[in-house]
T-cell receptor
Framework: KAGVTQTPRYLIKTRGQQVTLSCSPI?????VSWYQQTPGQGLQFLFEYFSETQRNKGNFPGRFSGRQFSNSRSEMNVSTLELGDSALYLC????????????FGEGSRLTVL | QKEVEQDPGPLSVPEGAIVSLNCTYS??????FMWYRQYSRKGPELLMYTYSSGNKEDGRFTAQVDKSSKYISLFIRDSQPSDSATYLCAPQTGANNLFFGTGTRLTVIP
């Protein structure tokens, strides 16, 4: 069974640009969550989607957005990039919403110059 | 006050040592207490979890929860170099997966 797939794995952007990250969950998983991981703050929750609906949202500015498609694949977008957005962005899927074991992808490492 | 506080480490121990990793939390609604392990350049993976207070053992790993003091521990016996990773505690209410500790980086020296 394929795991959670995130693309791209690495990317470099400059301040002011925008970026879109993609996540394909494990087959059959309907919940997708996104996290930002930095050395200082650790793993911080961005948002969770279940059946194409955003269920929960973390304390991030509106520049961070996401969506989920009918096949459960998800994308997150960050607009007007800032240096502080440099981080590892992790996607996790689970069978049901906000419960049980999270299965993480390997992440997309974003560097903002 | 953050929802979850975790000893940041880093922690370096010799092979065979007993390791203690700890977290405290503030939300009394937490019912599930999960530990994730994250190897370098990988995503976290669930190591084990407990429900409510008490101990749970899985091989060399023991998870312990004291809800009265809001204290979570993970013990690793006979630590191995393959245990070298970052360990994240993640208490949950069961209604969301919002909170993770900042992680403790463990290095087991052969």
């Amino acid at each position: 069974k394929a795991g959670v797939t995130q693309t791209p794995r690495y990317l470099i952007k400059t301040r002011g640009q925008q970026v879109t990250l993609s996540c394909s969950p494990i087959s059959g998983h309907r919940s997708v969550s996104w996290y930002q991981q930095t050395p200082g703050q650790g793993l911080q929750f961005l948002f969770e989607y279940f059946s194409e609906t955003q269920r929960n949202k973390g304390n991030f500015p509106g520049r961070f957005s996401g969506r989920q498609f009918s096949n459960s694949r998800s994308e997150m977008n960050v607009s007007t990039l800032e240096l502080g957005d440099s981080a590892l962005y992790l996607c996790a899927s689970s069978l049901e919403a906000a419960a049980g074991e999270l299965f993480f992808g390997e992440g997309s490492r974003l560097t903002v110059l | 006050q953050k929802e979850v506080e975790q000893d940041p480490g880093p922690l370096s121990v010799p092979e065979g040592a007993i390791v203690s990793l700890n977290c405290t939390y503030s939300n009394s609604a937490f019912q599930y207490f999960m530990w994730y392990r994250q190897y370098s350049r990988k995503g976290p993976e669930l190591l084990m979890y407990t429900y409510s207070s008490g101990n749970k053992e899985d091989g060399r790993f023991t998870a312990q929860v004291d809800k009265s003091s809001k204290y979570i521990s993970l013990f690793i016996r006979d630590s191995q170099p393959s245990d070298s990773a970052t360990y994240l505690c993640a208490p949950q209410t069961g209604a969301n997966n919002l909170f993770f500790g900042t992680g403790t980086r463990l290095t087991v020296i052969p």
